[in-house]
């Protein structure tokens, strides 16, 4: 079946190092959203990505999807302590219901101040 | 706006004993989607509904849960009877899918479920 893969699952980082967690699909995706999750929350969106190729950026968050449109990747500079929580990427596979988003797993980001 | 409601936050139940979970989308959003949340296994999509009509329901894990959404404004989860392995937290998520690209789902805060 389709599925949506995250790597790392868990990333430990000293504040102020950069921290980067990849998404990738095993279909062809026609966009892609990023998710974060504080520790207590729930997942909140932060942007979404639609074309081959496509950066986009956020103040410290660079998100970039592929050009193949398989796999996705989110990028934080300089981490802060507020960077805390699980990161999901969640796909919508192409040549289907556009409504049926697929998340992935998540990687939780522990920032040590 | 308030956003997604769900109610009760949290929900504490013995084994054998029916459990409620209630939703209230965002207004004039098509879509509503519950999912459950758990250490083990992440985020499942259990089934999800558009313009008040159960799409898919694939996710259930079995029959012993049910879901409804009777208007556009509430949704409800139900199982019966509980199992302790039913415990998660359970997210209600609407969205508006009526053009490309606005598939962004808004979740509520969520019902910590345990049953003991």
């Known amino acids: 079946g389709q599925q949506v893969m995250q790597i790392p699952q868990y990333q430990h980082v000293q504040e102020g190092e950069d921290f980067t967690t990849y998404c990738n699909s095993s279909?062809?995706?026609?966009?892609i959203q990023w998710y974060k999750q504080r520790p207590g929350g729930h997942p909140v969106f932060l942007i979404q990505?639609?074309?081959?190729?496509e950066v986009k950026k956020q103040k410290r968050l660079t998100f970039q999807f592929g050009e193949a449109k398989k796999n996705s990747s989110l990028h934080i500079t300089a981490t802060q302590t507020t960077d805390v929580g699980t990161y999901f990427c969640?796909?919508?596979?192409?040549?289907?219901?556009?409504?049926?988003?697929?998340f992935g797993p998540g990687t939780s980001l522990s920032v040590i101040p | 706006d308030a956003g997604v409601i769900q109610s009760p936050r949290h929900e504490v139940t013995e084994m054998g004993q029916e459990v409620t979970l209630r939703c209230k989308p965002i207004?004039?959003?098509?879509?509503l989607f519950w999912y459950r949340q758990t250490m083990m296994r992440g985020l499942e999509l259990l089934i999800y509904f558009n313009n008040n009509v159960p799409i898919d329901d694939s996710g259930m894990p079995e029959d012993r849960f049910s879901a409804k959404m009777p208007n556009a404004s509430f949704s409800t989860l139900k199982i019966q009877p509980s199992e302790p392995r039913d415990s998660a937290v359970y997210f209600c998520?609407?969205?508006?899918?009526?053009?490309?690209?606005?598939?962004?789902?808004?979740f509520g805060p969520g019902t910590r479920l345990t049953v003991l």
């Open positions: 207004s004039g959003h098509d879509y």
């Open positions: 279909t062809t995706l026609s966009n």
């Open positions: 969640a796909g919508v596979p192409e040549k289907t219901s556009y409504d049926k988003v697929i």
């Open positions: 998520a609407s969205s508006d899918g009526t053009a490309f690209g606005s598939d962004t789902q808004y």
């Open positions: 990505l639609v074309k081959s190729g």
